[in-house]
């Protein structure tokens, strides 16, 4: 019975790893920053077109196999070009400021990115498969399973972990969660707010960018990757509960699972599945299944 039922699983899984990446990147954020980023998808995009250009590029010089630092490459990129200067210039003079105006400002952002994108790769789209080709696959029951799926599980629990002993065990860690207790008292008890964000932000791109650049070898890399990517982050979070990391954890597995399903069996209903379970969770849970009630100083 179960064997009927593991590949919908193995499938709702890997993709669980992706939208967890971002997920937990914008959830990030808005923990220490408290700003919903609207740009974080093109971040995801970026990821992926650096990630499909190196890629193809060491793959045609013969080496296939450098295929997989383009992986990681590509999201440092990003993340060195465009983490501490959109924080620095940017939001930084948002913080304290409207809702309203943050939105605006990071959505405005996105439309720039987006469209610079379309200047530097084009309209056409991008795909690469040597990751997925060098590893393979496994046969397991009679079943043959991608192994590269198998990593990205993998990797989505690697990193889940390490955020959380990054939060937990490091001193970096201890300066966030102090800032995200009380940025009031973090300061006057001489800690440097100001780099605490940048360094949380940098971080939130860096999640987003290498989500991208793993979605590469299992996807189209086009423009509107980004904004159909923010959505499901967005619904995602919601569903976990803004600012919580174990939240947007079991978040995306619920909507991997579910929308794997809805491919396997109502292919119909597979683009709103998320969107429905983001209903059914708030109508339950208001601030989602990890997030809770409290105080704001207004």
Excluded: C
Aim: charged fraction near 10%.
């Amino acid at each position: 019975m179960f064997a009927n039922y593991a590949p919908l699983i193995v499938d709702g899984l890997a993709d669980a790893a992706l939208i967890f990446f971002v997920a937990v990147g914008l959830t990030l954020v808005f923990s220490v920053l408290h700003i919903l980023n609207v740009a974080h998808g093109s971040f995801y995009s970026l990821g992926a077109y650096l990630s499909v250009v190196i890629g193809t590029f060491v793959a045609g010089r013969g080496w296939p196999a450098l295929s997989f630092l383009a992986l990681l490459i590509s999201p440092i990129i990003v993340t060195l070009a465009l983490g501490p200067l959109i924080e620095r210039t940017l939001l930084r003079w948002t913080y304290g400021r409207s809702e309203a105006l943050q939105i605006l400002v990071t959505f405005g952002l996105f439309l720039i990115l987006e469209d610079a994108q379309k200047l530097i790769f084009g309209v056409q789209s991008y795909s690469q498969d040597a990751p997925m080709t060098l590893l393979g696959t496994t046969q397991i029951a009679g079943i043959v399973y991608l192994n590269y799926q198998l990593l990205l599980i993998a990797l989505a629990v690697l990193v889940a972990i390490g955020l959380r002993l990054l939060l937990k065990h490091t001193g970096v860690g201890k300066l966030i969660i102090a800032v995200v207790a009380d940025q009031e008292i973090a300061r006057a008890v001489g800690i440097d707010a100001s780099r605490v964000f940048m360094l949380a932000f940098s971080l939130g791109v860096f999640l987003a960018a290498l989500g991208g650049a793993l979605a590469s070898p299992t996807v189209g890399v086009s423009p509107g990757l980004g904004a159909e990517t923010i959505v499901l982050a967005f619904a995602v979070a919601a569903i976990g509960g803004l600012g919580q990391i174990e939240g947007a954890a079991l978040a995306a597995i619920l909507v991997g699972l579910t929308r794997s399903a809805a491919i396997y069996f109502f292919p119909e209903f597979q683009p709103v599945v998320p969107y429905i379970v983001m209903l059914a969770v708030l109508l339950v849970r208001p601030y989602g299944l990890f997030g809770s009630i409290g105080l704001r100083r207004i």
